[in-house]
DNA sequence: CGTCATCCATGACTATGGTCAAGGATACAG
DNA sequence: CTGTATCCTTGACCATAGTCATGGATGACG
């Protein structure tokens, strides 16, 4: 039954992997597992935050819509991820959106249970804690890729962080849409478009949805040295 | 003693004020109490944590340093409000560095000791975990502000934040200097003139360290709506 | 096979903000 | 009062990316 596999990847989730089998099985056994369409909502930003969310299988955004009507992506989790811990079990409001941006499987487990487990475990409050830490440590690096780095720059790390290989060619396949990708990345999809066509100086080939890396050293080159340096090697003032 | 002010702060923290007595007088009796001159680094990247921190005087920044050398701020630290908490408890290394940016007086919590107490007092995961999401908050908002809002549009969020009237006429206090401010908007203290200079529009005056605002309404229209509509009344697209 | 829709690339133009350089204000020391 | 340091403002210039408009590729469907 295709429930049995969810479970296991649930079992093998950030959150729920460092947790004893015993307290695991209860939160599974309260937990609901459903599936999301592509662009079906979530949650909503401003709802009251009942429930945390493991990602079994696809993708799911959160962002937020600016009273200006523009919508800024804030992170896309897949399989094994979780969010939504600390609003939680703090029960406080969601202060984003979430949408699925493939077909997904998600498990919602009620925060009330987790909030009466870690009275008695106290080993699920730094579980939750990590997890927490790790977004927290996400939008640190993103606030810092957005306010440091230039568009194609930024595109490369994230290209980077796909790939797996230390050195060498590399090829890529783009998980999800390039609008989604531009979004992620703080930026419209034209300069995503100009970006990737930057990335062809720096040995990057774009064909549909794969990328063909030449050189991983090379455009981890590109990525961390200021851009204007790599063209006429310049040293920096300060 | 000076020392009984700063534990009366410590006791209001945001952190400590919901914790019961008992647990708060532990975590005082064994947590130290340091004071840095300005521009003294509190710690740095890359370190590990060992401790939370608590901002009883002054101002501290959390920031980063680029590989290519431009500084990111984080988010800056007024008393009354802690931070690493997440990270001290993981027992990672801190993402960001911490500086103070007046001088400035810090409570410093071992965090074995509040591991300890957690598995006793599950109240303190939940205390711990609210800080956690508060700092997550505002990352998010930070990210929606630097990809959604224009340079001057953020400085009409930061002082409509530092201005405690719901309307009418106002005047705030700039809390630290000009430099400061514009890295916690993401932008050169040359920005930050230039945006000033453009809130003159909605009524704003910057005066030294000062800024007198004619209508809070007004500015906060400004700060929302995207600023090429203020300008000709055009529809949105979408 | 043609039609239509979606997604993506590209061009032209504009605005926002970074960089460099210069100049004004203020505070403080002598 | 003068010299100096620090901080802030302003101007000129330019790079980056947003906006608007167009056109091409791909794929679904009749």
Redesign the interface.
């Known amino acids: 039954m295709a429930h049995e596999q969810n479970k296991a990847v649930a079992r093998n989730s950030l959150l729920l992997r460092s947790l004893p089998d015993q307290h695991v099985e209860t939160l599974l056994s309260h937990g609901s597992f459903r599936h999301y369409d592509r662009g079906e909502t979530i949650f909503l930003q401003d709802e009251e935050a009942a429930e945390i969310h493991v990602m079994i299988e696809g993708w799911a955004k959160l962002f ?1 819509i ?5 919508e ?1 992506v ?1 992170s896309v989790f897949a399989r094994g991820e979780s969010f939504g ?3 939680a ?2 029960g ?1 409001r969601y ?2 959106s979430a949408e699925a941006v493939t077909p997904a499987e998600v498990l919602h487990i009620p925060s009330s249970l987790l ?1 009466s487990l ?2 008695q475990e ?1 080993q699920i ?2 579980s ?3 997890s ?2 790790a ?3 996400s ?6 890729q ?4 230039t568009g194609a720059q930024r595109v490369a790390e994230f290209l980077l962080k796909l790939c797996r290989c230390d050195s060498g060619g590399c090829e890529v396949v783009l998980p999800y849409d390039k609008v989604l990708i531009a979004g992620r990345l ?1 930026m419209k999809p034209e300069s995503l478009s100009r970006a990737f066509a930057r990335l062809k100086t720096a040995g990057v080939e774009i064909k549909k949805n794969h990328a063909v890396i030449e050189d991983v050293q090379k455009l981890r080159g590109y990525a ?3 851009p204007a ?1 790599a063209w006429h090697k310049g040293g ?1 003032a ?1």
């Open positions: 937020r600016a009273p200006n009507g523009s800024t804030v811990e600390a609003v079990l703090k406080a202060p984003v909030v870690m009275k106290p409050s730094i939750i804690l990590a927490t830490f977004h927290l440590h939008l640190v690096e993103q606030l810092e957005l306010k440091a780095q703080g961390e040295i200021d340096e920096t300060q």
